[in-house]
DNA sequence: GTCTATAAATTGATAGAC
DNA sequence: GTCTATCAATTTATAGAC
């Protein structure tokens, strides 16, 4: 059933596959011909719908493969454990901002988006394997710090984790799905994180700082963009 | 220049516009042929190729006039004077939350983001109509409320006013622009509007209430959906 | 301006030889 | 499995009569 990253995978599915994504994500669906499949895979058409039973199918492949992939390149490296709160919410979120504003995420986001009309059943894939996983494992997570005193007790894990993932995301993320921002400019996403983060913490935190301390802190971790 | 929703417009081209965004909104620009929008407005496809000079001029004209309509739609009625900020605040939430949650504007954000590779100036037009316009509004708000001293002096009122609207936006908004949410369930809206607005005065609101009321009212604010 | 009819190209998909 | 060649349907767009 999974076929992908396996060495013993036909070559020539993996050039259709690949090839053809690059033209998805590049074009869009309704752009892309299967005529220009078999060119770009270097293979002809027959050769193609004998891999294929036909587009929709190659593209469902495409999509969920790329799922896959998305599910397994999502969870962060580092452990909460050896950082300050605020540091660790910080750095997983620059780490994630960076993984979700890759041009493949965005792409494979906005292909999902305009044929979810069409096949809802990879939306909903999408949605289970990116944004439903990451918010399980950011709650997963903030459940922790709750028990280990660094957040306020009381607070509902899931709901804390939708709210610093939303305040991750902020309008970045919206550009970048609209396509309105080429390359990841490290600076802003470093300050968006910090932002998110400054902003979970008023929240969230167990313990608050005062409200002279609080001006400080907001002026480090709030320095605005653009 | 714009044709938009004036009398003095030909009644054919009014619908040919109204059928093709039916249209178009309904199965994506790409699964929509001219063939389809000639029968659809009740015209020939010579007269609908006389007014416009092609699907792709037909599709930005639709696009531009849907984002007049959701630039002129999006603010909301009421004065923040008369109410508390916290019901200011969930009163907003919830009114442009039920604007934005609307089928047909989600139908048009999809759309946007599906053609933003092949026609960016499109992506442009609708961030500014919609998104942009949106934040500076709220920003100015918020800006107002600074002054009365209702919110922290020193709010950046744009900063704070993306992530209001990002709290606000939460993962329902990731949702329904995936297709997955098919009505927007009203309690829904009202929990995430006033858990965006509790989690938004916690970092900025002028007069933070003690940790005891705190709970208090994050108990009455922070109901959780689903 | 509006229609009918049609052009010209491209589409997704297949038949049959090897 | 892989190719060449091709089908049948559909596509965008236009010519010419009224």
Redesign the pocket.
Known sequence: MSDDDLPGV?P?RRAILEGAAALFMAEGFGA?????VARTA??????L???FS???ALFAEIIRGNCRRMQAAAPPSFSSHDLPLDRALVEFGEHWLNFLLQPQVRALHRMVIAECGRIPELARAFYEAGPLAVRAWVAGWLAEEVLRGRLRPGTDPDLAAEQFLSLLRGDLFLRATLGLEPQANPEAVSALARQAAAGFLAIYAAIRPLASERMDSSENLHRHES
Do not use: E, R
Not at 32 to 36: I, P, Q, T
Not at 42 to 47: C, E, F, I, L, Y
């Open positions: 036909s020539k892309v011909s299967m005529d220009a270097g293979v002809s058409k027959a050769t719908y004998a891999y036909g587009k929709d």
